[in-house]
C-alpha cells in the first residue's frame, strides 16, 4: 500500500462517528492569511479541528535567513498535533478548499513525524464534500488531549547547503512545484527574487490533478513523474517550491504513484534567495 492515501466524501462522511477519527480543516489563503480561520468559523466538516499553515504548520520567520513558511519545531508540532486529539493509531483526514496543497503540507508534517500509517487526504477538499451534499457544521470541537510520540526523520530534509553540493549532479532531480511563469522568473508576486534553481525542472503541482480537481489515478502520476525523472536515480529525487508547502503536494502524488518518499528542500525558493551568493538562473 503506498503511503498516501486519500478518502472520498462519501466514505468519510460514513466514518465521522468513529471514536479514533481526527478531521482537520487545512484551509489557507496566501493572499489572505486570516481567510481560514474565517472560513473554518463559517462552516466546516462535523467535528475538524483547525489546522492554520503560518501557526500551526510553520515555525517562525527570521527575514533574511528562512523562507516564508520554515518548518515547525518538531517538539511544537507535535504537541499541535496532541492538541487536535491526535494519537499514534489515530485516523487522520486533511482537507483544504480543494487543491491539496495545504493539506498536504500537514500530511508530509505527520510523515515526517513518523505518522505514516492511517493518515489520508480527502480527495477534491471541501468542494468534494459539497459537491457531495454533505454538512457543513460551525460548532467547534470539545478539546481532547492526545497523546501521540513522534520523531522527524531527517532523512525526509535536504538543507540549502546541501542541495547547493549536489547541483549539477547528472543523477540529480529537482522538481519545481511553482507556476511556469514564475519558475521562468517572469513574474514573482511573492519574492524578492525571480527565477529558479539551477538545474530543477518546473512539475506544477497542479498538474497532479484532473480537471475534476481529485488526484489523477496512480498510474497517470507515475507516468508524470517518470517522465520528469527519465533515467536518473529514483533516490535521487528533491522536491520544492516557492515556501514548502505546494513541493508537498508534489510528495504526496509521488507517493501515490509508488515513489519512495523523496527529501524536501523546506527552505525551498523564499529561503534560497536570502542568500545572494546562491546561483539563480531564469528561463526553461
Not at 500537514?106 to 487526504?121: H, I, P, S, Y
Request: aromatic fraction near 8%; proline fraction near 7%; charge should be negative.
Amino acid at each position: 500500500m503506498p503511503l498516501a492515501q486519500l478518502i472520498t466524501a462519501e466514505h468519510l462522511q460514513s466514518r465521522l462517528q468513529e471514536p479514533n477519527l481526527v478531521v482537520l480543516d487545512c484551509r489557507f489563503a496566501l493572499d489572505d492569511p486570516t481567510y481560514g480561520a474565517r472560513s473554518y468559523g463559517d462552516g466546516h466538516i462535523p467535528g475538524a479541528r483547525f489546522a492554520d499553515l503560518e501557526h500551526d504548520l510553520s515555525g517562525p520567520k527570521t527575514k533574511g535567513v528562512t523562507g516564508r513558511h520554515p518548518l515547525p519545531e518538531a517538539a511544537a508540532m507535535v504537541n499541535s498535533l496532541r492538541a487536535w486529539g491526535i494519537n499514534n493509531d489515530s485516523t487522520v483526514v486533511l482537507y483544504d478548499d480543494g487543491p491539496g496543497a495545504f493539506a498536504a503540507r500537514a500530511w508530509w508534517l505527520l510523515t515526517w513525524l513518523g505518522k505514516r500509517d492511517g493518515v489520508f487526504l480527502l480527495d477534491g477538499g471541501l468542494k468534494a464534500w459539497k459537491d457531495a451534499g454533505q454538512a457543513l457544521d460551525s460548532d467547534k470541537p470539545a478539546d481532547q488531549a492526545g497523546s501521540f510520540t513522534g520523531q522527524p526523520d531527517a532523512s525526509l530534509l535536504l538543507a540549502a547547503a546541501q542541495l547547493q553540493q549536489r547541483l549539477g549532479s547528472a543523477e540529480l532531480t529537482l522538481l519545481d512545484a511553482r507556476a511556469l511563469p514564475r519558475f521562468r522568473g517572469e513574474v514573482e508576486p511573492l519574492d524578492p527574487v525571480a527565477g529558479h534553481i539551477p538545474g530543477a525542472q518546473c512539475a506544477v503541482f497542479t498538474d497532479n490533478l484532473g480537471n475534476n480537481g481529485r488526484f489523477l489515478p496512480a498510474e497517470q502520476l507515475r507516468a508524470r513523474f517518470d517522465a520528469l525523472r527519465g533515467a536518473r536515480p529514483v533516490e535521487e529525487l528533491v522536491a520544492y517550491c516557492g515556501s514548502g508547502v505546494t513541493a508537498c503536494h508534489n510528495l504526496f502524488a509521488m507517493s501515490l504513484a509508488g515513489y519512495p518518499l523523496a527529501p524536501l528542500y523546506a527552505g525551498s525558493w523564499s529561503e534560497w534567495v536570502t542568500d545572494p551568493a546562491r546561483p539563480v538562473a531564469i528561463g526553461d
